[in-house]
């Protein structure tokens, strides 16, 4: 059974830093690639991140780039999401998503962020 | 960024109903467009990829159609199990974009 589990969220000051996880199970993780979806509390999706299977190609949403690091570890079946310099506005339940861009076949069930002091 | 545009942005339907909702793109995305199903405080569950495929194991009363910058997500005969949120997604450009949303509720 394909299982994407998330965890790391958590409530942080504006200007803070959490490091989020994904970690993968039930299918070769190593050959797919990996993306960050996040949902504000009663908004839509927004996506925010994208990483190649071995990590060689690596994009971001305009709203987290120079903030936001994507990055996995195939070895432990892991995908991270470092967050620094948080703001108010990132607060959401963040996903990890399976898949290419245009086909993002399997979500784990979330973990929220909340950023308020 | 391309826009993506949902109609309705809510919708209320009995079971049994046949349900149109409707997605435009600001540009011409070609047939670049997914749609999926959200259950409140569940994860998105991708239904049609390539604006017309269907997901394997998703029932086929559930289709899609269009090209360019108009598509439509269409449920033929609507089941309690669909009352949820339905969201179309492209992924012709960078950055990925996701419609607004359209909540699907009981009549």
């Known amino acids: 059974e394909v299982q994407l589990v998330e965890s790391g969220g958590g409530l942080v000051q504006p200007g803070g830093s959490l490091r989020l996880s994904c970690v993968a199970a039930?299918?070769?993780?190593?050959?797919?690639?990996m993306n960050w979806v996040r949902q504000a509390p009663g908004k839509g999706l927004e996506w925010i991140s994208y990483?190649?299977?071995?990590?060689?190609?690596?994009y971001y949403a305009d709203s987290v780039q120079g903030r936001f690091t994507i990055s996995r570890d195939n070895a432990k079946n892991s995908l991270f999401l470092q967050m620094n310099s948080l703001r108010v506005e990132d607060t959401a339940v963040y996903y990890c998503?399976?898949?290419?861009?245009?086909?993002?076949?399997?979500w784990g069930q979330g973990t929220l962020v909340s950023v308020s002091s | 960024d391309i826009q993506m545009t949902q109609s309705p942005s809510s919708l209320s339907a009995n079971v049994g109903d046949r349900v149109i909702i409707t997605c435009q793109a600001s540009q011409d995305i070609t047939k670049s467009l997914n749609w999926f199903q959200q259950k409140p405080g569940k994860a998105p569950k991708l239904l049609i990829y390539d604006a017309s495929n269907l997901e394997t194991g998703v029932p086929s009363r559930f289709s899609g159609s269009g090209s360019e910058t108009d598509f439509t997500f269409t449920i033929s005969s609507l089941q309690p199990d669909d009352f949820a949120t339905y969201y179309c997604?492209?992924?012709?450009?960078?950055?990925?974009?996701f419609g607004q949303g359209t909540r699907l509720e009981i009549k």
């Open positions: 039930g299918f070769t993780f190593s050959s797919y690639e």
């Open positions: 990483i190649r299977e071995t990590g060689s190609t690596i």
């Open positions: 998503a399976r898949g290419p861009l245009g086909y993002l076949d399997f």
């Open positions: 997604q492209q992924y012709d450009n960078l950055p990925i974009t």
